[in-house]
Each structure stands twice: as structure tokens, then as C-alpha cells.
């Protein structure tokens, strides 16, 4: 079974400091993880993903994340907090059997504030 | 412009009356999927389709049905919404399943249902 967790639900950073969400997944065989932002009243975007290519992985607005297999951890960092970063990021991980093939297990969401 | 459209954003219904959440997309995806959003639960996938006339259940799927007569609509029916309905819904589209899984998922921007 894949499961993907969290580890805070809410993060406050000052403007200018780093950011880093955490996110620790389970899974049985290799996964692929990716990152979601989701702006208020807005719809989910594809951040960065890992497909088992490079473990360093950069993303869109300077975030990477960098994937540990030894660690089972995605986590999500940015150098420098900027306020247009403030939103509700999720980490995700693929569940893709036969017949059930293009489900994504979401995370509980962690909620970034960014503070002037 | 490449997008996913849900209608209505925003709906207080009371319990037992039907309604229908439309979403379409005009990227000609052949995968679409709902997901209910509850905080502190991530998103949730309660169907998705893999192509015109293939509907299939995913985690969540009770109390709610879908269908896919057309490419490009996926609509969501609550034939008798109740109150533990109460959620935020997304409506996303993929070109193809393995996209999905890949993390090209297109949302749109969420329709907010309150039942009382």
C-alpha cells in the first residue's frame, strides 16, 4: 500500500527566510511524488514532480525537493520565502495498479504563511 | 486557453435535493477524475473516467454518481446530498491515465457545496 504524510499542517516563515514542507510517503515499490500548490480559490498546479530520474528535483518559483529513498522523505524547500508563496501545498505519491491507473494519494496539506 | 471549468464555484443546497456539478475541459483529455477536499484529509478521489463510457469508483464513491457521454464533460450528480457531503469538490483532467500518473493533472478551480 502507498501512503504519504505530512509531517506539519501549518508552516509561518518570515519574507526573505527559507522554506521547508516536509513530507515522509510509504510505498511498496518505487513511487513517483510530486508537489501541488494550491492558491486561495484556486485549483491544484503541479509544482515538481519525481519519476525515479534525477533526486534532485526543481521546480517551478525556485522550490525543489530532493528525493531520499533511505529517509522515505520528499521534502519541499525554497531558498527564499517570497509572499506571493503563501498557499496550501500538498505532497503526493502515484497509486498505479492495473485497472486502477491514474490515482494520486494526497497528503493532509500543509498550509505555508508567509510573513512581511 | 487550456482549462478545466466547474459550475456552479459556489452552492447552499439542503438535504435530499438533487444537483449536479458540471465540469468540462477542452484540452480533449481522455482522463478525467473528481476529489472532495476536507481539511485535514488531502483530496480524496471519489471517480474517475478513463475515456468516454469508462467510469470507474475511486476511494470515496458513495452518494455520488458520474457520467461520461462526451470527451469533454464529467459531470458530478448528488442524487440525494446529505450533510457529510459538505466539502469543497475539484474537477481534474489528463491526457491519458499514464499522464496522470506522471503528475500532468490540470484542475479546475473548485466547487464549494454546503448541505444543510
Known amino acids: 500500500a502507498q501512503s504519504v504524510t505530512q509531517l506539519d499542517s501549518h508552516v509561518s516563515v518570515s519574507e526573505g527566510t527559507p522554506v521547508l514542507l516536509r513530507c515522509n510517503y510509504s510505498?511498496?515499490?518505487?513511487?513517483?511524488l510530486f508537489w501541488y500548490v494550491q492558491h486561495p480559490n484556486k485549483g491544484l498546479q503541479l509544482l515538481l514532480k519525481y519519476t525515479s530520474a534525477a533526486t534532485l528535483v526543481k521546480g517551478i518559483n525556485g522550490f525543489e525537493a530532493e528525493f531520499k529513498k533511505s529517509e522515505t522523505s520528499f521534502h519541499l524547500t525554497k531558498p527564499s520565502a517570497h509572499m506571493s508563496d503563501a498557499a496550501e501545498y500538498f505532497c503526493v505519491v502515484t497509486r498505479a495498479w492495473w485497472g486502477n491507473t491514474g490515482k494520486l494519494i494526497f497528503g493532509q496539506g500543509t498550509t505555508l504563511q508567509v510573513k512581511p | 486557453e487550456a482549462q478545466v471549468t466547474q459550475n456552479p464555484r459556489y452552492l447552499i443546497t439542503v438535504t435530499g435535493k438533487k444537483l449536479t456539478v458540471t465540469c468540462s475541459q477542452n484540452m480533449n483529455h481522455e482522463y478525467m477524475s473528481w476529489y472532495r477536499q476536507d481539511p485535514g484529509l488531502g483530496l480524496r478521489q471519489i471517480y474517475y473516467s478513463m475515456n468516454v463510457e469508462a467510469t470507474d469508483k475511486g476511494d470515496v464513491p458513495e452518494g455520488y454518481k458520474v457520467s461520461r457521454k462526451e470527451k469533454r464533460n464529467f459531470p458530478l450528480i448528488l442524487e440525494s446530498p446529505s450533510p457529510n457531503q459538505t466539502s469543497l469538490y475539484f474537477c481534474?483532467?489528463?491526457?491519458?491515465?499514464?499522464?496522470?500518473?506522471?503528475?500532468?493533472?490540470?484542475f479546475g478551480e473548485g466547487s464549494r457545496l454546503t448541505v444543510l
Open positions: 481534474a483532467s489528463s491526457l491519458s491515465d499514464k499522464a496522470a500518473n506522471t503528475g500532468e493533472l490540470f
Open positions: 510505498s511498496s515499490y518505487s513511487p513517483s
